[in-house]
């Protein structure tokens, strides 16, 4: 049986975890973050410690979905699930993703018009052609280690809390000492930080990187119980730090608006272009320069996350031929989903739509979704059928069927509240 030769470096390990947390952190992930330090100062900080063991949990589950049957979740949903299940989970998330790359592709081009000047609409145009041309022209070797650098640029919000004067006690002890108001607005805010976090298309995006993975390096499709092990160390070793990462910057925007503009009293932020603004005069040009790159990069590295897992998603529901590792003439279908959702996401900057309704219902529709998807995958990874005699052990079934609940109890109260 092949195996493939131990990678050389700690980055060459990483990959589908890295990419998937560090796309997390996306141009509307920044913008829930701003909006949460703004509003509650370093009050929800707590959140982060909070949400990382479930994002963890739940992502290394999707990994190894991925990774042992060598087929990403839709497929593995039409395989075992009844068809109108599937396709109303991929229609559900087609349309969450959607919403999203409007709401990420709108923000990257008001942040380049921020910095530069220029045609905000024009921009959105650009980013997005650029997206969907090395999705679908770079090969999947070069663009998985483009995609990997690109998470540097996530280290600007670092830069951004040490030019933002926190005063770290406060923050810190808000941090690692939960308070909770059961109010609307903290309800609200909680599960848009959950549904942030703990999104469905992640799920799709690393279970799809997973079976990308194994064809890159040339291994079995299905995993083998003797080589699981180690396969399931670098799985777990690359989600704990993509989710650690992601996590880590998030503090960072929450820290950095709180220390600006909280404590300036400004406490409604509606956009991450916004937030990048409203730090101009309170933090000066270089925080907000800063500030406004970050959105950039964050953007180019989760647009094509959000596009992918969509494709993957409809790819595998009707049985299309799929991959990023695959030419243009190879995958068609696949390539146009990528082409299409983009677009898509392109034509909702030049609508009527409100891009706070947007980031809205799209955070409803994650909402609705990320629980049943959760349960799924719980099912998927307890079942011998799909997952052979590498079904989950018990600490990890019991932290993700954990996870699940925390998140459906997370949308019951958005809902009731």
């Known amino acids: 049986m092949p195996h493939a030769p131990p990678p050389s470096s700690l980055l060459r390990r990483l990959g589908p975890g890295l990419i998937t947390g560090a796309a997390d952190d996306d141009p509307s992930g920044i913008a829930t973050y701003s909006q949460v330090g703004a509003q509650f100062g370093y009050g929800l900080a707590w959140t982060m410690l909070l949400s990382l063991p479930f994002m963890i949990a739940i992502q290394e589950i999707s990994g190894r979905i991925g990774c042992v049957t060598g087929r990403g979740i839709a497929e593995n949903l039409r395989r075992h699930y009844r068809p109108w299940v599937v396709r109303a989970i991929v229609l559900l998330l087609l349309v969450a993703n959607v919403i999203n790359l409007g709401a990420d592709l709108g923000a990257m081009g008001a942040a380049l018009a921020l910095l530069a ?32 650098w690109l998470t540097l640029s996530l280290f600007a919000y670092v830069a951004v809390v040490f030019a933002a004067h926190v005063p770290w006690s406060r923050a810190l002890l808000a941090t690692f000492v939960p308070h909770l108001a059961f109010d609307a607005g903290q309800a609200t805010a909680l599960v848009a930080v959950l549904g942030t976090t703990i999104s469905p298309y992640l799920f799709f995006w690393q279970a799809a990187l997973e079976v990308e993975e194994r064809r890159r390096r040339k291994l ?10 180690r396969e399931f160390r670098r799985i777990r070793a690359d989600t704990v730090i993509g989710m650690g990462v992601s996590n880590l910057i998030a503090i960072c925007i929450i820290f950095a608006t709180a220390a600006t503009l909280h404590a300036n009293g400004v406490t409604t932020i509606q956009t991450s272009s916004q937030a990048a603004e409203a730090l101009r005069p309170i933090a000066g040009v270089f925080t907000f320069a800063i500030f406004g790159a970050g959105i950039i990069g964050t953007g180019l590295l989760a647009v094509p996350v959000l596009a992918g897992s969509a ?3 409809v790819s595998e529901a009707f049985r299309w031929r799929e991959g990023l590792d695959r030419r243009l003439f190879q995958a068609k279908s696949f390539y146009a989903v990528i082409a299409v959702a983009t677009m898509a996401g392109v034509g909702l900057n030049f609508t009527s739509l409100d891009p706070v309704r947007a980031l809205y219902w799209s955070a409803v529709v994650n909402g609705v979704l990320a629980a049943p998807v959760m349960a799924v995958l719980m099912l998927i990874a307890a079942n011998p059928r799909a997952m052979g005699r590498l079904t989950l052990p018990l600490p990890m079934m019991t932290m993700g069927w954990t996870a699940t609940l925390v998140m459906l109890a997370a949308s019951i109260g958005f809902f009731v509240l």
């Open 117 to 148: 000047g220029g045609n905000q609409r024009l921009y959105t145009v650009g980013f997005g052609a650029l997206c969907v041309v090395a999705e679908i022209f770079i090969s999947y070797t070069i663009y998985s280690g483009l995609l990997k």
């Open 220 to 229: 079995p499709p299905t995993l083998e119980p003797d080589t699981a092990p």
């Open 311 to 313: 494709a993957y998603a």
